[in-house]
């Protein structure tokens, strides 16, 4: 995968070369390579922003210099981090896993000049994604994220393929705790049911303590979990955690 970053602050990326990325790196796996926007501008200063037309606070990003360093990238997928883009989620990092090109554009300020992503919408995928409901300085530390959750989806990158396949057999629930040795610690012992051997009641136990976790901290993931996907076991222990579960076939 080529993956070609464009920001005003390339020290931001430095520390990928410690990571997992920097690991795919070397391999070949991954061919990224960090852009400065100065290098595309041409006045004295190397000026990246302006005022905003229509008055408002703060600077944009001009879009002369944004409009060079994309047509010197080339076409990809062009992926812009911003607190108006839809929500990133798994399902997008496994859709960027799967193309060869991707270009990040880290905005700063206010954001980018719209014409900017209007016009590169004109020759190639965008998209605008958010990372959660509240404002970064820029989207470098968002582009990071993103970069880590698809680089780990790469073949021959994670190590253990079994991760990911377990990851997508619970996906729409959090995983349930996990635990190591020592059996116990500071008075506090592992559940004697992972200690048992019992594979069948091991896989009931964490199926039982993802639906109880799902419910008591990400009601909105309960929510649009498919009832369908819900056995007489699973509403069993929903009901004995005292979550209110509508049976199928009732209409609220
Ligand atoms: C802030 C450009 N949803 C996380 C996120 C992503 C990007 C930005 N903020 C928050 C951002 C200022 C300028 C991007």
């Given at each position: 995968?080529?993956?070609?970053?464009?920001?005003?602050?390339?020290?931001y990326?430095?520390?990928?070369?410690?990571?997992l990325?920097?690991?795919?790196?070397?391999?070949?796996?991954l061919?990224?390579?960090?852009h400065?926007?100065?290098?595309?501008?041409?006045?004295?200063?190397?000026?990246?922003?302006?005022?905003?037309?229509?008055?408002?606070?703060?600077?944009?990003?001009?879009?002369?210099?944004?409009?060079?360093?994309?047509?010197?990238?080339?076409?990809?997928?062009?992926?812009?981090?911003?607190?108006?883009?839809?929500?990133?989620?798994?399902?997008?990092?496994?859709e960027?896993a799967?193309?060869?090109?991707?270009?990040f554009?880290?905005?700063?300020?206010e954001?980018i000049d719209?014409?900017?992503?209007?016009?590169?919408?004109?020759?190639?995928?965008?998209?605008?994604?958010?990372l959660?409901?509240?404002?970064l300085?820029?989207?470098?530390?968002?582009?990071?994220v993103?970069?880590?959750?698809?680089?780990?989806?790469?073949?021959?990158v994670?190590?253990n393929?079994?991760?990911?396949?377990?990851e997508?057999?619970?996906?729409g629930?959090?995983e349930?705790?996990?635990?190591t040795?020592?059996?116990?610690?500071?008075d506090?012992?592992v559940?004697?049911?992972?200690?048992?051997g019992?594979?069948?009641?091991?896989?009931?136990w964490?199926?039982?303590?993802?639906?109880?976790r799902?419910?008591?901290?990400?009601?909105?993931m309960m929510?649009?979990?498919?009832?369908?996907?819900l056995?007489?076991?699973?509403?069993?222990?929903?009901?004995?955690?005292?979550?209110?579960?509508?049976?199928?076939?009732?209409?609220?």
């Amino acid at each position: 995968m080529r993956v070609d970053v464009i920001t005003i602050f390339p020290d931001y990326f430095g520390p990928l070369e410690l990571s997992l990325i920097g690991k795919a790196r070397g391999t070949g796996i991954l061919d990224l390579e960090v852009h400065d926007l100065r290098t595309w501008t041409s006045d004295v200063h190397r000026t990246v922003d302006d005022t905003p037309y229509g008055g408002g606070p703060g600077m944009v990003m001009r879009p002369e210099p944004w409009g060079q360093a994309l047509d010197a990238v080339g076409a990809g997928t062009l992926v812009v981090p911003s607190p108006v883009g839809k929500p990133f989620t798994q399902a997008d990092a496994h859709e960027l896993a799967a193309l060869d090109h991707l270009i990040f554009a880290c905005g700063r300020y206010e954001g980018i000049d719209q014409r900017v992503i209007d016009d590169a919408a004109s020759r190639m995928p965008v998209r605008e994604v958010s990372l959660g409901d509240y404002v970064l300085f820029g989207g470098e530390v968002a582009v990071i994220v993103i970069m880590e959750a698809v680089t780990r989806l790469l073949p021959g990158v994670l190590g253990n393929a079994d991760s990911l396949t377990e990851e997508s057999h619970a996906a729409g629930l959090l995983e349930a705790p996990v635990y190591t040795k020592p059996a116990a610690w500071r008075d506090r012992e592992v559940p004697d049911i992972l200690r048992s051997g019992d594979h069948g009641r091991i896989a009931r136990w964490r199926r039982d303590q993802s639906l109880l976790r799902t419910a008591a901290r990400r009601p909105d993931m309960m929510a649009s979990y498919p009832p369908s996907s819900l056995d007489k076991a699973d509403r069993k222990a929903l009901d004995d955690g005292g979550f209110q579960i509508t049976p199928p076939g009732v209409a609220e």
